[in-house]
T-cell receptor, first 110, second 113 residues
């Protein structure tokens, strides 16, 4: 079974707009990671946020983590056509396995 | 380019056959992970190796096995293949297990006919 669940399943936005997606998980974690996948290709690591961190930035990406609510969000600012992809959250628990959610498919319209 | 290489990129084979997928981790990474991605199951963790030793097992079928060699490359062996084994198989690597980013290879697309 999947530990994380992303919301929404799909998102369509205009170029230049911000995109926000959320991830909820069930058990305590060591860290939570966000990945991007373009059309059946390999996953690209975006950000890792540890359980004792609340917010992290990387370029146009902002990730928050609320361990009390067992949730995380990924914000992509000023979206570009190249941001069109599926985004996955993955939780890393004590048994060193990454559990992935079903992903959010983001489409950025020109 | 993540630095993780996987061969072959595509594999088409028949039911009942056996195949071997190969993975070379990023330079310096000691931990290797295998994942299966299918339309119905999503991304599923299969197995993890660290410095040649099996460290964690996920939803890996008994027909599947893996190993990590002294040069740290890894192989995933899939036998008695069924139509439902058709999927993308990813290898990932990290410096050590736990609390580190995993870097994914481009995947091997397996089609069982």
């Amino acid at each position: 079974s999947q530990q994380g669940e992303e919301d929404p399943q799909a998102l369509s936005i205009q170029e230049g707009e911000n995109a926000t997606m959320n991830c909820s998980y069930k058990t305590s974690i060591n860290n939570l990671q966000w990945y991007r996948q373009n059309s059946g290709r390999g996953l690209v690591h975006l950000i890792l946020i540890r359980s004792n961190e609340r917010e992290k930035h990387s370029g146009r990406l902002r990730v928050t983590l609320d361990t009390s609510k067992k949730s995380s969000s990924l914000l992509i600012t000023a979206s570009r056509a190249a941001d069109t992809a599926s985004y996955f959250c993955a939780t890393d628990t004590d048994d060193y396995k990454l559990s992935f959610g079903a992903g959010t498919t983001v489409t950025v319209r020109a | 380019d993540s630095g993780v290489t996987q061969t072959p990129k595509h594999l088409i084979t028949a039911t009942g056959q056996r195949v071997t997928l190969r993975c070379s981790p990023r330079s310096g990474d000691l931990s290797v992970y295998w994942y299966q991605q299918s339309l119905d199951q999503g991304l599923q963790f299969l197995i993890q190796y660290y410095n040649g030793e099996e460290r964690a097992k996920g939803n890996i079928l008994e027909r599947f096995s893996a190993q990590q060699f002294p040069d740290l490359h890894s192989e995933l062996n899939l036998s008695s293949l069924e139509l439902g084994d058709s999927a993308l198989y990813f290898c990932a690597s990290s410096v050590e297990p736990g609390n580190y980013e995993q870097y994914f290879g481009p995947g091997t697309r397996l089609t069982v006919t």
